[in-house]
């Protein structure tokens, strides 16, 4: 292999991929905008926006001797953060705001529900003189995040307004604090960004399928065979390219995600590694579009075959997968891109270091994949890309 | 005896049941400027394409300049330069950058390239324009570049498969000197063309083509003798009862 050959294809593929709008845009631009926007929607500009969920009451036990219980209950709803509470009149008039997605909950506290916490505290040992009484939640079941996160924050406050004061019981086993953890919020944004240097990465195999199959409509393939240049030549010509083309997409990811607010957690080292898996993973993404160029006659077909790769790969490698169901979840494993993101969601959110059994493993198994993958794109151009 | 540059014997190319070539003999020397003559679809760009190492042929055998082409295609890719029919250059980069790929392909040293492609670019009158994209170019332009990046590495011997289609006659002209010149040098051409004007003007020998089978060789004066014809149109019509160029 003679580096004067690779570097001049290497260089006129780079210049192809500057000087032509469509493929500039998929490389560098799309994906920085992805950022951008993504950013933008999810990240914290403006101050990170904490979910919350706006919560209807029905208080049905107003004005009683009991009625301090049910004040307290809401007072503490409302003191959690989380819970945007508003008084209803009655039932007929959550429940309607409820369906129309006004609120996302509705609590109806029953007019004995003062008078239940009182018995309980008469006498907590004894269950047969407690008044019992039940507080009804409704939970819009449209939002997946209202289902999960709210019943658990009602109980929690429910269990606080009514066991507020300590019963002292000896137990055997004490729940010991040796520290202190300072657990920092994450934005969606930042979950999301572990996912964004893989899914920029992907998209080069259109570019490499659509490269391929032009150049070889053009007689430019057949031009480069009448010349010393080897397969090999051409082949890690394109490699290389790809590989600098990776290198600035993490860069430029990397970059204006840091100025919409992403914070990864690790070091410096981090970073270093996550321009390498990248790298290496860029190596597959020539791989598949090597394979998208042999089963394909013209660039248009090249394109087709290329999302038939880049669509599992986005899905169950990237934050597109974010919310997948738990089938999808099941065979996420199969696809490169997941581990990428996987040993970046290590990196960056985990603060996992780059020698971690997790990464290092992550890194082993693209590197396996991608020496596969380009194994076989080799293969298959040189036996039926040329034509 | 010299060792002829190109020797073909009994070469025959089949695509399935279409015989493209179908036993072809010739023996090019050093130095000399031979012209394949014949009309669109007889068999002279799949002869140059079996030469170049792009086809293998289906039997017989082919050397160029003493190698076989089908066991040293590398050692023959570093002597030929050849410039396709269809025009084939990299759509976004210069004329300059085109011409510089090939001779970094073929390994030329930075100096010798430099100083190759400003001479080939100030020979076919693209200087001024060396710095534009190829896209921007008009098809006689294009035409020259496809023709240069075939010479920029100062090969021994050179295929040309139809340099001047669709050139306009002051192109025309202009690339037919620069073919002299490299006549000149001693390179060894073959020339692909279906312009009778051409091959008499530039050729040492014609061989003329049909349904893939040699069916004249010889200097274009020799061959007009021959077949007591004004020109090499005419020997044509003779063998074959039709012209060269259908409505031509």
Known sequence: MKLQRVSALSSKSLKTIIRQPAALFMTILFPLVMTLVFGASFGGIGGAQETTFKMGVVNLDLGGNHSHWSADFIGNMSQTGILDVRAYPDNATGQHDLSEGSIQGLILIPDNFGESCDSFWKDPANPSVWVNATVELYVDSASMLAVQAVPPVVQDVLANAVYSRQISVPRPVQLGIPSLVEARKFTTYDYFVPGLFAFAAIFLIMIVAQSFTLDRQNGLLRRLATTPVTSSEVIGAEAVTYMVVAVVQVGVVFAMAFLMGFRPVGSLAGIFMAFILVLVFALCSVGFGLISASLAKDPGTATGIAFIFIMPLMFLGTFVGFAMSAAMKAIEWLVPSWYVTDALTDLFLRGAKITSLSVLTDLAIVCLWSVAILGVGVLLFGRYGKR | ?248
């Open chain 2, 1 to 248: 005896m010299v060792e002829p540059a190109i020797a073909v014997h009994s070469l025959v190319k089949k695509f399935e049941d279409v015989t493209a070539v179908g036993g072809v003999d010739l023996d090019i020397s050093p130095g000399e400027l031979f012209g394949l003559l014949g009309p669109n679809g007889a068999g002279k760009t799949t002869i140059l394409n079996i030469l170049a190492g792009l086809l293998e042929p289906t039997s017989g055998s082919a050397t160029v300049g003493g190698f076989d082409v089908r066991k040293d295609a590398m050692r023959i890719r570093e002597l030929i330069g050849v410039c396709p029919q269809d025009t084939a250059v990299y759509e976004y980069l210069t004329g300059r950058e085109n011409v510089e790929l090939f001779g970094n392909l073929h390994s030329v040293n930075k100096e010798k390239l430099r100083a190759s492609v400003k001479t080939l670019l100030d020979k076919v009158g693209l200087s001024r324009d060396a710095d534009r994209r190829v896209g921007k170019y008009s098809g006689g332009m294009r035409r020259r570049i496809n023709l240069i990046m075939a010479l920029v590495h100062d090969p021994d011997i050179l295929f040309l498969d139809e340099p001047t289609a669709a050139m306009d006659p002051q192109s025309r002209r202009a690339v037919w000197d620069f073919i002299r010149e490299l006549k000149g040098k001693g390179k060894t051409v073959i020339l692909t063309t279906h312009y009778m004007e051409e091959a008499e003007a530039l050729c040492d020998r014609v061989g003329v083509i049909d349904h893939g089978r040699l069916i004249a060789l010889g200097a274009p004066g020799e061959l007009k003798a021959k077949f007591g014809a004004k020109d090499l149109e005419e020997v044509f019509i003779q063998i074959t009862g039709r012209r060269i160029r259908e409505g031509a």
